[in-house]
Each structure stands twice: as structure tokens, then as C-alpha cells.
């Protein structure tokens, strides 16, 4: 069994498809404009370099417990290479050693919908979502044992990795088409028939996965309190009734925006408005 202060303790290397593809995007990105310059060896030479002594001067800066200092860095690197669970990992490690509550949970989020299957991430995100205390026992109510199972499962693969898995299931069901259209009367026939059935089969399951990934990725907009005692009231201003006080952490969701205020909900079904600029969206 791991110790809290590992869940939380120590920042992740980059490693892996996430972080490197981040990296290989910024590189891509900055080699087409090199080239049109003539820079390219130079550049070639120098941005990987550059991009990892940034990032062990950051990992440096946490050991030596500089967690602001690090959380900067590391913000820095994600704005240069784009997202990546990895530096979400560590921008989370940073926060809630930086005694920031609030956007260490909306990294830790962020970092496990890129790498769903991350034991660290997964069991940081555990940790510190369990030190997140709602107003009263409603709001902390578990929610259904049978649609957390459903949602676990759904969401056990990354959105890419559902896109990525549809064009192998229909690399599947072209093969098995086209052997089916061509392969006679024969053995190679019959096999071609049941890799188009499983194909299509397999593609309106996994058609369906990507529907819900979509939808939650482009819709089901969530947020995170990331101020302490956050009151949210009755309507979009200063002056109307306060009806619900909310933790930093907690994690919300987002119905409505209306100058500068923002609509929320808890899983309880309890709703409220709050200022734009106490929230972070996931």
C-alpha cells in the first residue's frame, strides 16, 4: 500500500504517448516555421533539450520544496507543449503542496481523462478528493454503485483512444466486406462474413462510446470551486439570497453563464449561482 505523501508527494517524468506527444506537436509546430528560415538544425538540436532542462529545473524546484515556484514551471511547460497527463500529474502535486486545494483537483481531473488507467493519478485523485468536505452529509452522498460501475467502464479509455479504436474496428469491417464481396463460395467467404458482422457489431458499440466521450467532453461541462467557502446564491448577483456555501474542491457542474456568474449544480441536485472567477472549468 503507497503512503499519502507519494499520492502526493512526488511529481511524474515525462513519459509515455501523452507528454511526448505534446512535445512532438510543439516540435512539429516550430520546424515548419524554422524551415521557412533556414533554421532547422540549429532548432532541431536545441528544443528537446531545452523543453527537458525546463522541466528538471521545475522537478528540482518541488524536491527542494519551492512548490510555487514549481507550479509556475510547470504551467509554463504545459502552455509551451500543450496538454499532457504527465505535467497535469505534477502541476497537481505542485498545487496541493503550494496549499492550493482547488487546482490541484482540477489537474488531477484533467490528467485523468488523458490517462484513465494511471494508478497514481488515479489514487491521487482519490486522496485528495476524499479531504474535500461538502456543507452536509447530502451533498457527499455516494453516487449509484450500479452507474459508477456503468461510468467506469465507459470511461476506462481516453477519448483518443475510442477515436483511435473506431478506425481499427473499421480497418475490421472494410477487410471483411471486401473478402466478403470477393472471396466466392468458400472458406475465406464465411470467415469474411463473420469479421463484417463482428465489425459492424463492434463498430455501433464503439459508436456509441464515442458518442458519450463527445458528449461529455463538449457538453457535460464541469468545474471546480477553487476558493475556500465559496457562496453561491439565488440568482447571478451580490444582493440575492445565499443558499449554498461550497468548499474548495468541490466539483460542480456547469448549467448557465451570465455576466460574470455561473450557474451550478452539486450531484444532490442543489443548485446555485457563483462568480465566474471562483471556478475552474475541467
Known amino acids: ?102 487546482p490541484a483537483v482540477v489537474n488531477f481531473h484533467r490528467a485523468a481523462r488523458l490517462a484513465p488507467r494511471d494508478e497514481d493519478i488515479r489514487a491521487n485523485l482519490k486522496f485528495i478528493s476524499a479531504l474535500v468536505r461538502p456543507e452536509n452529509e447530502v451533498e457527499s452522498q455516494a453516487a449509484n454503485p450500479l452507474f459508477s460501475l456503468l461510468t467506469g467502464w465507459v470511461f476506462l479509455l481516453s477519448s483518443s483512444e475510442v477515436a483511435q479504436l473506431q478506425l481499427y474496428i473499421l480497418l475490421i469491417f472494410a477487410v471483411g466486406a471486401t473478402g466478403f464481396a470477393l472471396g466466392g463460395a468458400g472458406l475465406l467467404r464465411r470467415i469474411s462474413l463473420w469479421l463484417t458482422v463482428a465489425g459492424l457489431v463492434l463498430l455501433l458499440v464503439n459508436s456509441a462510446l464515442l458518442g458519450v466521450h463527445y458528449y461529455r467532453d463538449h457538453y457535460e461541462r464541469k468545474a471546480v470551486v477553487v476558493t475556500a467557502n465559496t457562496e453561491a446564491r439565488s440568482g447571478p448577483g451580490e444582493d440575492n439570497t445565499r443558499v449554498l456555501v461550497l468548499p474548495e474542491g468541490a466539483v460542480i457542474r456547469l448549467r448557465e453563464q451570465r455576466t460574470g456568474w455561473a450557474l451550478v449544480s452539486l450531484p444532490s441536485g442543489r443548485s446555485g449561482w457563483i462568480k465566474e472567477s471562483m471556478l475552474e472549468e475541467i
Open 1 to 102: 500500500m503507497k503512503s499519502d505523501f507519494f499520492f502526493v508527494g512526488t511529481p511524474a517524468a515525462l513519459r509515455g504517448k501523452s507528454g511526448l506527444r505534446g512535445r512532438l506537436k510543439l516540435w512539429l509546430l516550430m520546424l515548419l516555421s524554422s524551415l521557412a528560415f533556414g533554421l532547422y538544425p540549429a532548432f532541431a538540436a536545441d528544443l528537446p533539450t531545452t523543453l527537458q532542462k525546463r522541466f528538471q529545473q521545475a522537478n528540482e524546484g518541488y524536491s527542494e520544496g519551492k512548490f510555487a515556484e514549481a507550479l509556475s514551471q510547470y504551467r509554463e511547460l504545459l502552455r509551451i507543449a500543450g496538454p499532457s497527463a504527465e505535467l497535469y500529474y505534477n502541476v497537481g502535486c505542485a498545487a496541493f503542496k503550494a496549499g492550493k486545494l482547488g
